[in-house]
Structure formats: C-alpha cells, structure tokens
C-alpha cells in the first residue's frame, strides 16, 4: 500500500497491473523538464503565500539533490512508482521530509505531464530545425561545386531535359527549408503553459500562472484548462513535421540508392557509410540511405498511432493519452540520427559528374529546345513544332543518334525551315542555360538560388 493514491483503496495493486500500467521505464526521460517544473511551481507557490521559504529552500535542495541521482545513474526508478512524476515526488519526500508532501498543492499529474511533454517537444523542436540547417550547409557545400554540372532531369523515371546537379539539390534545398518552416510555426502556436490547469477544471488556490509559464519560457498561459490537460496536438504536429521532414529524407535516400547503382553510376558514397555483404565479396552497398527509407515508414506509424490513440477520447485526461511518449520519442530519435547520418553521407560521397553529363547524351534531352526553336525562330505554332521535332527524334532513333548529336541535313530532311543555327540549340548545355526563367536552371538562376539558401542559413 506505498502508492500515492492508495487512500480510497484497501488492497494492493497487482505486479501485474503495476507492469501495465507504468510509464517511469520511458517517461523518466523527461526528468529534467519534471524538476524545472517543480521548482517553478513550488516558487509560484511561495510568492502566493502557499509555502514559506524555507518548505521552498528545502524542495529545491532536494530536487537538485534527486537531479544528481538522476544524472549519477544512482537514481532507482521503481515500476510500482507508476511514473517518474510520482517517482521524483516519492524521493524527494524521501529527502526533505514533509514539505515533499506540499509540492503537489495546486497541481495534478494532468498538468505536470502536459508541461513535461510540451516542453520537451518545444526543445526538441529547436534541436532538429537545428539539425536541418546543418544538412542543408552541406547540401550547400556539394551544389555550389556543380552548378555547371549536368545531370539528365526526368520526369516519369524518363530523360525529360538537361539540368544541372546544383539545382537538382536546390530542390531539396527548398524542402528542408520548407521542413524548417513547419518546426518554427509548431513552436509559435504551442508555446503555451498548461500549469496550474490541475486535474482539468483550474484550482481553488491562488496560483499566478503567468508567473510559472514565464519561469519555464513559455511564451503565454493556456486558455482553457479542459482542453489544455488532453491536448496531445503539439505531440501529433511534431509527429507530422518529422514525417514530413523523413518523406524528403527518404525521396532524396531514394536518388542516392540509384544513383549509386552501376546503370546510374552518379554518386559514390564513401567506405565510412557503405556497407558490405556477408556472402558476396564485391557488394558495396547503401546500407544508409535505405535505413533512411525504411525508417519513415516507422515514423509515419508513430504519427498513425497517436491519431487513432486520440481519436476517441472524451474529455478531459484519459490514461490512454500516456501511449503519447514513446512513438515522439522514437521519431525524434530517428529524425536526429538521420539526419546528422544523412549530412555526413553527403558530406564524404563522391559525385560523378562525368557519369552524370554522359548520362545526358541519351534520351534527346533536347528536344524540347528544337520545339522551342521552331517556334521562336520559324515562327511554328507549338503543337505543330512538337510534331516535326517527333518526328526528329523517331530519325534519332531509326540511326541511333541522339538528338542533341545529330547532323544538320538530317534535320533539314525533316523540316526545310530548320536552320544551320539549330545545331547550337540542340547542344545540352545551351538547353540547360537557356531555361532563365525565374527559378529554372540556367546556370545564372542556379547561383541565384543557392544565394538564396546561403543567405536563409546565415552564410552570407
Ligand atoms: N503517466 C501519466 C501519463 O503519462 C501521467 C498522468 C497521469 N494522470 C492520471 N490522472 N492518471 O499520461
């Protein structure tokens, strides 16, 4: 009978439903943000007039006493404590004696665990903006090297015109940003203290919770204390964003695996980030970015789990809400590992450009040129012009000539008002340069780009 709430009982709690019912074996990883918010609680108290200094000097003696345990691994963390707010209580009572007893006045466990998790994940949040910032200065770092660099676009998994390497990975420039973006406005929205809420309906005691929320960093008080004790959406918004975020991690995991591959050849990744095989002597293989890959999907679960864990819950707090912790502590662990992984694979992989710009010479990446130069300088409506450049491309295939190597009288045969000056047009890197439209690839508007993200990561 050494529960907490053992009054209104008269026989123990099963081992067994100790097991089912604790969550102290994972939620103790947010011990940190369980003692800061003690401290501030029981400094609001104090200043209320609901605790003397001195029951104030001993909590906080103790805390910073059961932090130290903590941090030692001295701690012991009992499954029958059920979590780690009544672990952490227990120990300190343990400690200080019966000013411990006074700590919990004007809260509830529903209060303490919506401030340990928010501020949890409103950290969290921060670190992993971080960490894209940092693969996207790496990503940085390849693309400048290959803005002439090119690469076939495609669209369909087919060669669809000339790019260059650089704004291939502008591309995922522009995701990451965009992932950024998401983390920040999550942080702005649920910024918002739940303490002093207590078990659902406010308290009776005269709490200051403008005072806890500005000693915890919390931006403002929450509104409505029913809402805020079984609000899980910040859980769910840092879910989604790390889904999101995993989603370009795994398109661009995806590229790296085939580019990797022979009938690719573009990139190389380095020894310290392949793998080998146990049987086949050669294999060199992308172990990384195909971890990458799977462990999206494992994320996008966790993401599917707290929407059906909530999606039936009346209000205000129900026990199902502490399934809520380990899915967001799995996902942002994986969204941390991957993406320090993801920024050292880059980092240390060899690009091909040779590979790459060879690759071009396949598939009449120009054709769309020829088009275009029908009509600018023949004078061809565009539906017409897409025929006779067709039927260019069926005579690039009946001799095995790709468009952007084909002689001119071939072309003439094909059309009479072609003329010698297509054979410039044709050529990939003019194809490449010639999209100068705001955001395309030429060369000029690649640099232009990659300007842009420098100047968005600080680096200019
Ligand atoms: N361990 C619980 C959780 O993570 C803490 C809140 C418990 N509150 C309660 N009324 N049983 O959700």
């Known amino acids: 009978m050494d529960k907490m709430w053992s009054g209104r009982f008269s026989a123990s709690a099963s081992s067994l439903l100790d097991q089912f019912n604790a969550s102290i074996m994972f939620d103790r990883k947010l011990y940190k943000e369980d003692i800061e918010g003690s401290i501030a609680h029981a400094t609001m108290l104090t200043k209320q007039g609901i605790l003397t200094q001195d029951e104030l000097e001993k909590i906080k003696d103790g805390l910073s006493q059961v932090l130290k345990e903590i941090e030692s691994g001295e701690f012991e963390w009992k499954i029958s404590d059920e979590d780690l707010h009544m672990g952490i209580e227990k120990r300190l009572t343990a400690i200080i004696g019966d000013a411990g007893k006074k700590l919990h006045t004007a809260r509830s466990r529903n209060d303490q665990v919506a401030v340990d998790f928010r501020r949890y994940v409103l950290r969290k949040n921060n670190e992993i903006i971080e960490g894209i910032k940092a693969l996207m200065a790496e990503v940085l770092v390849v693309a400048n090297q290959h803005t002439e660099t090119l690469i076939p676009g495609m669209t369909h998994l087919q060669h669809a015109q000339p790019i260059n390497f650089a704004f291939h990975l502008g591309a995922y420039l522009s995701m990451f940003k965009r992932d950024i973006e998401r983390f920040e406005s999550s942080l702005e929205r649920n910024n918002i203290s739940p303490l002093g809420c207590a078990a659902l309906?406010?308290?009776?005691?005269?709490?200051?919770?403008?005072?806890?929320?500005?000693?915890?960093?919390?931006?403002?008080?929450?509104?409505?204390?029913?809402?805020?004790?079984?609000?899980?959406?910040?859980a769910l918004e840092i879910l989604f964003n790390i889904s999101t975020m995993m989603m370009h991690i795994s398109r661009?995991?995806?590229?790296?695996?085939?580019w990797s591959s022979y009938e690719f050849g573009f990139v190389e990744l380095s020894d310290e980030y392949s793998t080998g095989s146990s049987i086949m002597p050669q294999k060199k293989n992308p172990d990384v970015p195909e971890l990458l890959r799977g462990k999206t999907g494992r994320v996008y679960g966790s993401l599917m789990g707290l929407l059906t864990v909530m999606k039936g819950l009346p209000l205000a707090y129900n026990k199902d809400t502490q399934e809520d912790k380990e899915g967001v502590f799995d996902a942002v662990e994986t969204a941390e590992i991957s993406l320090e992984i993801l920024k050292e694979a880059i980092k240390t992989m060899e690009v091909k450009a040779y590979n790459m710009e060879k690759a071009c010479a396949i598939g009449h990446l120009s054709a769309t040129d020829l088009a275009d130069y029908l009509v600018e300088k023949c004078g061809i409506p565009f539906r017409e012009a897409h025929f006779i450049t067709g039927r260019a491309v069926a005579k690039g295939e009946e001799l095995h000539i790709d468009l952007s190597a084909m002689e001119y009288k071939y072309l003439k045969e094909i059309d009479e008002r072609i003329g010698e000056d297509v054979i410039e047009y044709l050529g990939l890197r003019h194809s490449m340069n010639a999209r100068t439209s705001e955001g395309g690839t030429a060369s000029t508007r690649t640099k232009e780009q990659l300007e842009y993200f420098a100047n968005y990561l600080g680096e200019k």
């Open 201 to 234: 309906a406010g308290t009776p005691h005269n709490v200051d919770r403008k005072m806890t929320a500005e000693l915890l960093g919390f931006h403002s008080v929450s509104v409505n204390c029913l809402d805020t004790v079984s609000d899980r959406d910040f």
């Open 252 to 258: 661009l995991s995806e590229e790296l695996i085939m």
